[in-house]
């Protein structure tokens, strides 16, 4: 039901930063962990990022931890992906992804979340 579309993406050197958007319609994200994921050419989709309804609990991937940071502005609708110190292995297209079954966060898959965004793409140059 609800609709999710990413922005921000775009070509960046190596080591500089970027910040993503996810913008929600057609329904509430209050109560939902939200969640960044991205996909590689010729790789399966991965996990980035996962965050709790309330904000106050976040999931990295060991890959990004320390250098992205995932965020939510519940009012606005709205879910970020800072992402600092930028390397070339970050290129992909990144989807933002919203929660929909019961199962814990932290043991979450993508399988749990049901409403996808149709990405945006990230390229790092060298």
């Known amino acids: 039901q609800v609709q999710l579309v990413e922005s921000g993406g775009g070509l960046v050197q190596a080591g500089n930063s970027l910040t993503l958007s996810c913008v929600a319609s057609?329904?509430?994200?209050?109560?939902?962990?939200m969640g960044w994921f991205r996909q590689a050419p010729g790789k399966e989709r991965e996990f980035v990022a996962t965050?709790?309804?309330?904000?106050?609990?976040?999931y990295y991937a060991d890959s990004v931890k320390g250098r992205f940071t995932i965020s939510r502005e519940n009012a606005k609708s709205t879910v970020y992906l800072q992402m600092n110190s930028l390397k070339p292995e970050d290129t992909a297209i990144y989807y933002c992804?919203?929660?929909?079954?019961?199962?814990?966060?932290?043991?979450?898959?993508?399988?749990?979340?049901?409403?996808w965004g149709q990405g945006t793409q990230v390229t790092v140059t060298v």
């Open positions: 057609g329904g509430t994200i209050n109560y939902a962990a």
């Open positions: 965050i709790a309804w309330h904000g106050g609990t976040s």
């Open positions: 992804a919203l929660k929909t079954t019961p199962a814990g966060l932290q043991i979450a898959t993508m399988a749990d979340f049901g409403s």
